[in-house]
């Protein structure tokens, strides 16, 4: 398994990966995305975030950095993505988005990906914050946020109604510290 930088040139095979990843959101009543069953995929608009925020330098409106990782066959089996915070002045942050692929979970490459996007945004970003949210029934990903030192800041209840259910957003962040 390798982690490596998405670039312009493989963005492509990266937005089919991402298509494939969120088909499963809602199945069986687990949502790791705001969006409803049977129509999650990557939206216009953020695939044009994607696409456009890769040549953004960081601290830059817009900047973004996705990682892959990938099988001894090439294949992306999982991902992480930090980027900017939509506010002015806080560009010492960052947001996260992630996802390992269905049949790839539980040995510790959700692990790696963040440990991986953490190490570059403290000793090659410099940024001092990783915010993110999540959905608070995302039990899996909330464990592996606590685990890599992320807090949970905040939670706004029943902030999403999706397929006839109430879904609450949990915010966490993690302070990074530079050695
Ligand atoms: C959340 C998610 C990214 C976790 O990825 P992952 O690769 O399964 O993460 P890890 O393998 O590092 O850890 C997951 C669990 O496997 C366990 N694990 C790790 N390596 C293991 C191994 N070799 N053997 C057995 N268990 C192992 C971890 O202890 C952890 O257990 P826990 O859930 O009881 O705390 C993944 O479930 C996912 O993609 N979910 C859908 C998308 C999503 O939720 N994205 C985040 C949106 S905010």
Redesign the pocket.
């Known amino acids: 398994m390798t982690i490596e930088p998405v670039t312009a040139a493989d963005i492509d095979s990266f937005i089919e990966y991402l298509n494939d990843?969120l088909a499963?959101n809602g199945v069986g009543d687990r949502y790791?995305?705001p969006m409803p069953k049977g129509t999650s995929r990557v939206l216009p608009q953020m695939e044009d975030a994607f696409r456009a925020g890769l040549g953004i330098h960081v601290g830059k409106a817009g900047w973004r950095q996705v990682w892959v990782a990938r099988n001894s066959g090439r294949k992306i089996i999982?991902h992480i993505d930090l980027r900017s915070r939509p506010e002015p002045f806080s560009e010492h942050r960052c947001l996260l988005?992630?996802?390992?692929d269905r049949d790839?979970?539980?040995?510790?490459?959700?692990?790696?990906l963040l440990s991986h996007a953490v190490r570059w945004a403290t000793e090659i970003a410099r940024l001092e914050w990783i915010d993110?949210?999540?959905?608070s029934g995302?039990e899996?990903?909330i464990?592996?946020y606590l685990?890599a030192g992320f807090i949970k800041t905040g939670e706004l209840p029943e902030m999403f109604r999706i397929d006839g259910q109430s879904l609450s957003y949990t915010s966490m962040s993690k302070r990074l510290t530079a050695t």
Do not use: I, W, Y
Not at 97 to 100: E, I, W
């Open positions: 990843h499963d790791f995305q999982g988005g992630m996802g390992v790839h979970r539980k040995s510790g490459l959700g692990t790696a993110l949210q999540v959905l995302n899996p990903a464990r592996l685990r």
